[in-house]
């Protein structure tokens, strides 16, 4: 039986993240119950880096993470972690005030965001319809994140700093024995005095298996397809690349460019098991309909289409902390759709609150507290 400081159950963006942080504290083990790390959200995932995107707490740790990605570590990745995108919220005449609360919402911590009319949302996104649109809000320092650097810039540097992760480990018991966390998987048995749970949408699964009361995790189902836009003037696909990523307010479909065609998805959150998720037909024919409603291209021929999964709880801020009815039973779940933008000071968050030494000074400055994180809020 091999013994470590933290085992860390699930090396997807947050098991990533935290084992690389705890690395620096202590001998670190990371358990994949597949074949290879990321296979489901974080392989699925077609991340974009937005300081107005999520509750409170979502938006400071995205602002913690920027230094991160714009001056990562030396020799984390070969090549810029963010690139240019920009992100334009847009509403219609009846959402003019959700409009206005966005705008004022994401100044809050992002001063450069920006509120537009019809004419400027229509000169940065001209493939929209003009009778779809009465205004916008314009972030300009979005950006797109390459999401398989990161990842494996993560697990690179906890090799480096003497972690390893084990794949093909499927968790089948855990229990606490004498001080310890005993874990048998598929791939062998393995302890530590901490286990961290980033089983991703198996994290209330994996709290059952240890007699840990769960926090009311519920994944669910996001679509997302590829296409090539047309256009009766073919023309008007010109600039294609450089168009920003454009949401609906109501949150009802998103679209932006990616690889030379469009990536959309209808912003679907269907509750669903724990699963290797596929996408379902209604909802990449819903997709088409709201798309071909707001703009003025057509999608013929899908390119690819996929589905991944999203967990949230009740109030949609990630679960981090140690388990008040459980010593050594730590939390990290309930990233939904904001994992990978987070990552960076989640896994500092984590590292930080695991080995006791509290949140990081920058991260409570923007107003994150412990409580807002602690699992012992959902009792």
Not at 9 to 25: F, M, N
Not at 151 to 160: D, E, S, T, V
Request: hydrophobic share 45%; proline share 7%; with cysteine.
């Amino acid at each position: 039986m091999e013994s470590v400081d933290f085992l860390v159950v699930g090396a997807g963006i947050a098991g990533a993240s935290a084992a690389y942080e705890l690395a620096a504290q202590g001998r670190v083990l990371v358990l994949e119950r597949e074949s290879q790390p990321g296979y489901h959200s974080t392989g699925r995932s077609a991340a974009l880096y937005t300081q107005t995107y999520g509750p409170a707490p979502i938006r400071a740790l995205t602002v913690a993470s920027w230094d991160f990605y714009t001056d990562p570590p030396a020799g984390f990745a070969e090549h810029d972690l963010l690139t240019p995108r920009g992100v334009l919220i847009v509403g219609r005449d009846h959402e003019i005030d959700r409009l206005n609360a966005e705008y004022e919402q994401g100044r809050r911590l992002t001063p450069s965001v920006e509120r537009y009319d019809r004419d400027q949302v229509l000169a940065r996104a001209p493939f929209l319809r003009p009778d779809h649109v009465a205004g916008g809000v314009w972030e300009p320092d979005a950006r797109d994140i390459d999401v398989h650097a990161l990842h494996h810039g993560f697990l690179r540097g906890l090799k480096a700093r003497g972690g390893r992760v084990v794949t093909d480990a499927e968790v089948r018991a855990l229990a606490r024995r004498d001080g310890l966390w005993v874990v048998e998987t598929s791939a062998g048995t393995f302890a530590a005095p901490v286990v961290v749970n980033a089983a991703g949408a198996w994290a209330d699964e994996l709290a059952k298996l240890a007699g840990v009361a769960t926090v009311g995790l519920v994944p669910k189902r996001r679509t997302a397809i590829t296409f090539d836009p047309v256009f009766e003037d073919p023309a008007d696909k010109a600039g294609l690349d450089g168009w920003p990523m454009v949401s609906d307010v109501a949150e009802t479909f998103y679209v932006k460019p990616d690889a030379g065609r469009l990536l959309a998805s209808p912003a679907d959150q269907t509750p669903v098991e724990p699963c290797d998720v596929q996408p379902e037909d209604i909802d990449v024919a819903l997709t088409v309909d709201r798309l071909e409603q707001a703009s003025r291209f057509s999608v013929r021929r899908l390119a690819h289409r996929w589905a991944g999964l999203r967990s949230f709880v009740a109030d949609k801020v990630p679960v981090v902390g140690f388990a008040p009815d459980a010593e050594g039973f730590f939390w990290l779940a309930g990233q939904g759709g904001y994992g990978i933008q987070t990552a960076p000071a989640m896994g500092r968050v984590a590292a930080g609150l695991a080995t006791g030494r509290g949140l990081p000074e920058d991260v409570r400055e923007l107003g994150v507290a412990e409580s807002d994180l602690s699992p012992a809020r959902l009792r």
